[in-house]
């Protein structure tokens, strides 16, 4: 592997590919690092565990990607050898850990879209897209459930356990407009048929978090503004630091095989 | 609040008299016949220490472990390698898990043993008190420290405490996979580029010595190995399990083409064995002392985990126990027409 970034070009097919890809990578990276940390041993191995399915998922969409590109690429290239400026996740899974209430609220917010994005990716017309969708999909179902439940003890808990519920509910809310955005690459991929229409899942995310917000005795922020600009490399400094340890032994030995 | 109550202990005599003589007998008798103890079954209160502190101190190996491999998860450089490390870390956590129930059998809770752990009263094995420095320690802990561990754990497989033995066998199929995975780690970098090929050389020269020490010390110096084999909980001596390693790694390494760091190490024909130098056991005394490079740190992330997760473990009980309240509200109104 050349010790230079990728250049790539990107067809809105690969830049709708890389944004599921890099959201799945990112997320398992925040989550990973509980490994070892989690307040109790059953959420180390659940934490562990939905970051090896977002690992997972991570793998299969670059794989894709890789196909997609052509060139000999492989899934690699496209974890450790783009910048920062190149990433396509949402801003929102690249948000810290913060305490264990803000790790349970941004995968709350993060499955009440992606879970029911899989499902409705199932249907795509590409197969590729369609068959990892009907793999992960089972996965962020889990996922949602997980945290939904952790959501509804912590904010039905205790006084501290709600309050910093609310607090990283309050944090995160500003991350959550992105996850809706239609940009020109991503509506010409709705147009074929590619990907569903992420304003189309709106009321069911709203409808998800009101139920599960409203077992927790919480509730949904108002709209208020909305931070954005994941998807086309504008990111938070949080990933400059995430790539940093990600990518540091390619780095540092460009052309190894690991 | 975890311990199930299976153990209604069945006072042998308050006096200690021949009733508890023919107990021990009896016991005695049944672990020469290779039966299993359960635990329900009478057993002496010195097999249930020994066993306590063996299975915890065991639970508390795979926690501590989790630290130094999990070092690595977010640096790993592939996404593969990524994946497998994690999985193996939380199949440590998952061994943890599994063993502190088998303690809890005995009678002890796992808060109680954690605690145990956080206050210093328990050790966890002495390898986990180095340092990961590099990638190339992932692929020596997995083939080094999982090998070492499953030289030790395989005749566990057949320890007279049943729900140990069970536990040992799920523990030892999945660490005889990490050690494939972590030799394939080194045979992967002793074939990659010359600075791959010394961060082994290295890893290698670091782990070697600690891995040797994990059987603990020499037969003559152990303190529990008499009573422990008598029991069949310990089947083969500390010196019987080093050496067994010892000749089973030193190829293994040979066909990587590394070289260990031992002048004294050497074939003896007539025995079949290789034999090895001496071993430092004034630097296992003093990482079991606390003294280690990593004890103190590796302590420190233990109960700053532990006291960073108090409150969500105080919400989780704290809503159970709502939840429970609002069931017993629910069903006590009467029922509408």
């Known amino acids: ?258 | 609040m975890y311990t199930q109550a299976l153990n209604a202990k069945e006072n042998p005599s308050p006096l200690g008299g021949p009733e508890d003589a023919q107990a021990a007998a009896r016991f005695q008798a049944r672990i020469d016949a290779e039966e299993r103890i359960e635990p329900n079954d009478w057993m002496p209160e010195a097999y249930r220490r020994t066993l306590t502190r063996q299975i915890s101190q065991h639970a508390h190996s795979e926690i501590v472990g989790m630290l130094p491999e999990g070092n690595w998860i977010t640096r790993a450089p592939t996404l593969k390698r990524k994946a497998a490390l994690l999985a193996k870390v939380q199949d440590e956590a998952g061994h943890g898990l599994y063993l502190y129930s088998a303690a809890e059998t005995l009678g002890t809770s796992r808060e109680e043993l954690v605690d145990q752990l956080l206050a210093g009263r328990a050790k966890y094995s002495s390898i986990f008190n180095y340092p990961t420095l590099t990638w190339a320690d992932i692929g020596a802990i997995g083939w080094l420290v999982d090998g070492a561990a499953i030289m030790n754990q395989i005749p566990l497989c057949r320890c007279s405490y049943g729900p140990y033995a069970r536990a040992m066998i799920r523990v030892c199929k999945e660490e005889s996979f990490h050690q494939r995975q972590g030799y394939e780690i080194m045979l992967t970098l002793c074939r990659g580029t010359p600075e791959q090929k010394a961060m082994a050389q290295d890893a290698l020269n670091r782990w070697w010595w600690p891995c040797l020490m994990m059987f603990g010390p020499p037969d003559a110096e152990s303190q529990h190995s008499d009573q422990s084999a008598k029991w069949k909980i310990k089947r083969f001596s500390n010196d019987e399990l080093r050496q067994k390693f010892v000749d089973a790694t030193v190829p293994q390494g040979q066909y990587l083409g590394l070289t260990f760091p031992d002048p004294d190490l050497a074939y003896d024909e007539a025995a079949g064995h290789w034999r090895y130098g001496a071993i430092d056991w004034e630097e296992f005394k003093q990482v079991l002392a606390g003294n280690g490079p990593c004890n103190r740190q590796r302590m420190k992330q233990r109960r700053d985990a532990h006291a960073a997760g108090a409150w969500v473990r105080e919400a989780a009980l704290a809503h159970a126990e709502k939840r429970a309240r609002r069931a017993a509200a629910a069903d006590a109104l009467p029922q509408a027409a």
């Open chain 1, 1 to 258: 592997m050349p010790t230079t970034s990728l250049s790539l070009t990107e067809t809105p097919l690969l830049a709708g590919i890389l944004r599921r890809a890099d959201d799945a990578l990112i997320l398992g990276h925040r989550l990973s690092e509980w490994c070892g940390h989690a307040p109790m041993l059953e959420e180390d191995i659940a934490l562990a565990n939905i970051a090896l399915d977002c690992v997972g998922q991570a793998r299969s969409f670059y794989a894709y990607a890789a196909e997609v590109a052509g060139g000999g690429l492989t899934e690699d290239d496209f974890a450790y050898r783009r910048e920062a400026g190149q990433y396509r996740n949402c801003l929102l899974v690249e948000q810290p850990n913060g305490d264990f209430a803000g790790t349970i609220v941004r995968q709350v917010l993060f499955s009440a879209f992606n879970d029911p994005y899989y499902r409705a990716l199932t249907g795509s017309r590409d197969a590729t897209l369609a068959a990892i969708a009907a793999k992960a999909e089972k996965e962020t179902a889990y996922h949602l459930r997980h945290s939904g439940e952790w959501l509804i003890r912590l904010g039905d808990g205790t006084d501290e356990s709600h309050a910093r519920a609310r607090t990283a509910l309050d944090e995160l809310w500003p991350y959550t407009g992105e996850l809706f955005e239609v940009d020109a690459a991503e509506a010409a991929l709705i147009e074929a048929g590619t990907l569903p229409d992420p304003r189309s899942l709106r009321a069911g995310f709203d409808a998800t978090l009101d139920h599960i917000l409203s077992e927790a005795t919480l509730t949904r922020p108002a709209g208020g503004w909305m931070q954005s600009g994941g998807r086309a490399g504008r990111h938070s400094e949080h990933l400059g630091f995430i790539l940093a340890d990600l990518q540091y032994l390619q780095r540092a030995h460009p052309g190894a095989t690991w």
